[in-house]
Antibody
Framework: QLQLQESGPGLVKPSETLSLTCTVS??????????WAWVRQPPGKGLEWIGT???????YYNPSLKSRVSISVDTSMNQFSLKLNSVTAADTAIYYC??????????????WGQGALVTVSS | DIQMTQSPSSLSASVGDRVTITCRAS??????LAWYQQKPEKAPKSLIY???SLQSGVPSRFSGSGSGTDFTLTISSLQPEDFATYYC?????????FGQGTRLEIK
């Protein structure tokens, strides 16, 4: 059964860079030609798609975050990563990694990781 | 961007009730719509995809319908474990966008 697990610092200072890694287990990140995504959820609020990466490295970002976000993949480690720079308190959120459900970019998200809370504060 | 609007934002219901949640897209998305259930402190879980297809393992009391701009999620007979927040999401075009959520509470 495919499982995803987010990891990274839970506290980031304003203006610094948020970095998270999603480790995939139970399957290879490069098999099946799947796409992999990051989604965030501010405390008590709704869901926002951040971006998606193909196992080969092609990326798709939310225009609202595009100038600050970078997603990369490391197939040898079976991981993909998120970097968000110049963070502010508005970036405080639970960050989820997820897999697109089919090998098409036009697909819903399933499964999801359990989420990682990142707080931006000095 | 395609805006997704859910109604109601919150809903109180009793075990055994039939409940319907609506999701409207700001432009046509064919049937490229998914529904998720999220319980407190948990990640979203996929329930429905392609507007009306049930994700494997999801109870048959959940159903979805609609196409174009108007969609519904129906729970035919509420069970205690169904009290949660529900989100719709369009995957017709990028950026992917979600509805604001509907919180289903126990009456």
């Amino acid at each position: 059964q495919l499982q995803l697990q987010e990891s990274g610092p839970g506290l980031v200072k304003p203006s610094e860079t948020l970095s998270l890694t999603c480790t995939v287990s139970g399957g290879s990140i490069s098999s099946g030609s799947f796409y992999w995504a990051w989604v965030r959820q501010p405390p008590g609020k709704g869901l926002e798609w951040i971006g998606t990466i193909y196992y080969s490295g092609s990326t798709y970002y939310n225009p609202s975050l595009k100038s600050r976000v970078s997603i990369s993949v490391d197939t040898s480690m079976n991981q993909f990563s998120l970097k968000l720079n110049s963070v502010t308190a508005a970036d405080t959120a639970i960050y989820y990694c997820a897999r697109h459900s089919t090998s098409s970019l036009v697909s819903w998200l399933d499964p999801w990781g359990q989420g990682a809370l990142v707080t931006v504060s000095s | 961007d395609i805006q997704m609007t859910q109604s109601p934002s919150s809903l109180s219901a009793s075990v055994g009730d039939r409940v319907t949640i609506t999701c409207r897209a700001s432009q046509g998305i064919s049937n490229w719509l998914a529904w998720y259930q999220q319980k407190p402190e948990k990640a979203p879980k996929s329930l429905i995809y392609a507007a009306s297809s049930l994700q494997s393992g999801v109870p048959s009391r959940f159903s979805g319908s609609g196409s174009g701009t108007d969609f519904t999620l129906t729970i035919s007979s509420l069970q205690p474990e169904d009290f949660a927040t529900y989100y719709c999401q369009q995957y017709n075009s990028y950026p992917l966008t979600f509805g604001q959520g509907t919180r289903l509470e126990i009456k």
